[in-house]
């Protein structure tokens, strides 16, 4: 398991939203982006392995991108945003940082998970 992860819920219909791609990028120092991962929840809803195994986890700020509007498409469902972008910061990258996605076609709503 990666040290970033995360997990997507479909709210709209409770269940666990299998199939969603999910980018990782690292901002640099100019503030441009980098992609250090990527990845595509499983059927229990989860990406635990954003990250290759030879990346090292260091502070800074990172971006996961949600590639929602394909994920409803999918599924014949209008919905409203292309996409979710959720950026943060880590600040000590020994701890395990968890970041879920609660998802419905019109609303989206993430935390810090454990």
């Given at each position: 398991m990666s040290a970033i992860t995360t997990h997507v819920l479909?709210?709209?219909?409770?269940?666990?939203?299998?199939?969603?791609?999910?980018?990782?990028?690292?901002e640099s120092a100019d503030g441009s982006w980098k992609q250090v991962g990527k990845g595509t929840t499983d059927a229990d809803g989860r990406a635990r392995d954003l990250l290759p195994d030879a990346f090292a986890l260091h502070g800074g700020v990172y971006r996961l991108t949600f590639e929602t509007g394909a994920y409803f498409a999918a599924r014949e469902i209008e919905g409203f945003y292309?996409?979710?972008?959720?950026?943060?910061?880590?600040?000590?990258?020994?701890?395990?940082?968890?970041?879920?996605?609660?998802?419905?076609?019109?609303?989206?709503?993430?935390?810090?998970?454990?």
């Open positions: 479909d709210t709209s219909c409770g269940r666990p939203a299998s199939g969603v791609r999910v980018r990782l990028d690292l292309r996409e979710v972008v959720v950026v943060f910061t880590i600040s000590d990258p020994a701890q395990q940082h968890h970041v879920p996605l609660l998802l419905s076609p019109f609303g989206y709503s993430t935390y810090r998970g454990s």
